[in-house]
């Protein structure tokens, strides 16, 4: 056995042992991107921006209603059957983060970039939420 099938012989073996069970390939549980979420002094909208390194805009799907935004993807693991890790500490596999907002946002009018693995989406906020007047017209005569 020469030193180069000595020490892949090693690495598989401090692998098998040393790396927990489940995140040698994909975490259990996926993934939690972290965010922040914020009002821009003087704005009239909302700013939410996500940790989303490794990943390309495809992966990526967002969706939002009135008081809730939702981003949701998968981050694939980047292993090959040619590496044999030392060490696995990032997170991969399915995710879905819910962000609760304070404020009602107009689903229509968001806007969303995708830059450096941060996203970063505008939500415009919705100047008039909840309930709304409504005139009642008169009978007509027939």
Excluded: W
């Excluded at 099938?5 to 401090?14: K, Y």
């Excluded at 906020?125 to 008169?138: E, S």
Aim: charged residues 30%.
């Amino acid at each position: 056995m020469d030193i180069d099938d000595l020490h892949s012989e090693v690495l598989r073996a401090f692998n098998d042992i040393c790396v927990p069970h489940g995140r040698n390939r994909v975490s259990r549980a996926g993934f939690s991107p972290l965010a922040d979420a914020f009002l821009e002094e003087g704005g009239d909208e909302i700013v939410v921006r996500f940790e989303l390194p490794g990943m390309s805009r495809d992966d990526i799907q967002l969706f939002v209603e009135r008081r809730s935004l939702m981003v949701r993807g998968e981050r694939a693991f980047p292993g090959s059957e040619q590496r044999v890790y030392q060490q696995v500490e990032m997170d991969y596999g399915p995710f879905e983060r819910r962000i609760r907002l304070t404020v009602d946002v107009d689903p229509d009018a968001t806007a969303a970039t995708y830059e450096a693995g941060i996203l970063e989406v505008r939500l415009k906020l919705v100047t008039q939420p909840g309930a709304r007047q409504i005139p009642i017209n008169a009978e007509t005569e027939s």
